[in-house]
């Protein structure tokens, strides 16, 4: 049996605000946040957007993706959404992926959020990947849609800087025969860095000791990408990207730096994006994907890291 993703798509608001728009009160500038972030701009929801409608243009996208590329898969075949968000439009209940689910129409599918923070779109791919197989499903449809901007603390300058809203999807089919596109995964979490990064649970605001995340950040990127490696068999010239997640352009250097990799495989969509936690993997492979960059048939390396603290990574062939 074999899994790969048949079809991806993104979703962004409408409004995108630049560095040099973000309030005055913030005493920042366009200067200061490129030099130490590499972040251009950020994607904000207006009037009637949210994680959830974000989630559902996201996974309409990605099945009209995989119907371009030849699958007749349909929104009724959908077998499971995993939808990893840690902004749900409704927090707790009903869950983004029943928001999405009426939205795309699957309406056959067993839904749920999974939570592990910018780690969570590779948590829920081995979800998925996991409950196809388990369950002889054939579709899954894995979904990351966030809106930071509603936890962050708009007056704490050292992280409301950081993030942006958005949402990726990909849809995932299992067939008997074939070559599974994946690869192993790393997945983990050390609880006791709880205190680094959390949502405050009495005013609903993202506290971040960004010091703390940065030197995790780093060394945890180089070692995720090392196990899998490892357990892969890859060496670098095996591998033709590593999708990072998108949180600071300078851990990203600083891991390949470590690696002693060339930066021409560590795409950076900071610029653009800002850090849409678990959204940005599924994002930038579908903006990687739309430039011509990533090309099908490509072996690429995911990792990410979050909150909790969590991380995860895998090898796959686009
Ligand atoms: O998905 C995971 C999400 N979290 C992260 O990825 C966070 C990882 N950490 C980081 O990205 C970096 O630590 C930050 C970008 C948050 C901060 O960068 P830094 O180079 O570590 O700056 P710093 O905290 O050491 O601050 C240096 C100076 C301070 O001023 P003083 O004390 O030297 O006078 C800050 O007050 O920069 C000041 N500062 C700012 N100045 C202008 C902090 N934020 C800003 C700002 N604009 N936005």
């Known amino acids: 049996m074999s899994v790969k993703i048949i079809g991806a798509g993104k979703a962004l608001p409408e409004k995108k605000v630049l560095n040099n728009e973000l309030p005055q009160e913030l005493e920042t500038s366009d200067e200061w946040i490129r030099s130490h972030t590499g972040i ?13 409608t974000l989630g559902t243009k996201a996974a309409l996208q990605a099945l009209l993706a995989a119907q371009a590329e030849g699958s007749s898969v349909k929104a009724e075949d959908i077998d499971l959404i995993v939808c990893s968000t840690a902004t749900a439009k409704n927090w707790s209940f009903p869950s983004n992926a029943c928001l999405i689910q009426k939205g795309v129409g699957a309406s056959k599918a067993a839904v749920f959020d999974l939570s592990a923070a910018c780690s969570g ?14 369950m002889n499903w054939r579709y899954a449809l894995i979904v990351g849609s966030e809106m ?15 993030f942006g809203d958005g949402a990726g ?37 993202l506290r971040m000791d960004g010091h703390a995340v ?5 060394g945890k990127m180089v070692e995720i990408i090392q196990t899998v490696m490892e357990k892969d068999k890859l060496t670098m010239d095996d591998v033709d990207l590593f999708v990072c997640h998108q949180a600071n352009e300078r851990i990203i250097r600083a891991a390949a730096k470590r690696l002693n990799y060339p930066m021409e495989k560590f795409p950076v969509l900071l610029e653009e994006y800002a850090n849409t936690s678990s959204a940005s993997i ?10 011509g960059i990533l090309k099908h048939g490509m072996k690429i390396l995911l990792a990410g890291f979050g909150a909790g603290l969590t991380w995860g990574g895998c090898s796959l062939t686009w």
């Open 40 to 52: 251009g701009s950020r994607y904000v929801c207006g009037e009637g957007e949210n994680s959830a």
């Open 148 to 162: 930071l901007s509603k936890i962050v603390n708009w007056s704490d300058r050292s992280s409301c800087i950081l």
């Open 169 to 205: 999807a990909v849809v995932l089919e299992r067939t008997e025969g074939g070559n599974d596109a994946f690869g192993s995964f790393v997945l983990g979490a050390d609880g006791t860095g709880a205190d680094v990064l959390y949502l405050d649970p009495d005013d609903l605001k």
């Open 121 to 134: 779109f590779i948590y829920s791919l081995q979800v998925g990947r996991s409950m196809l197989n388990q």
């Open 282 to 291: 599924p994002i930038s492979l579908v903006d990687l994907a739309e430039r």
């Open 214 to 218: 940065y030197s995790f950040a780093v």
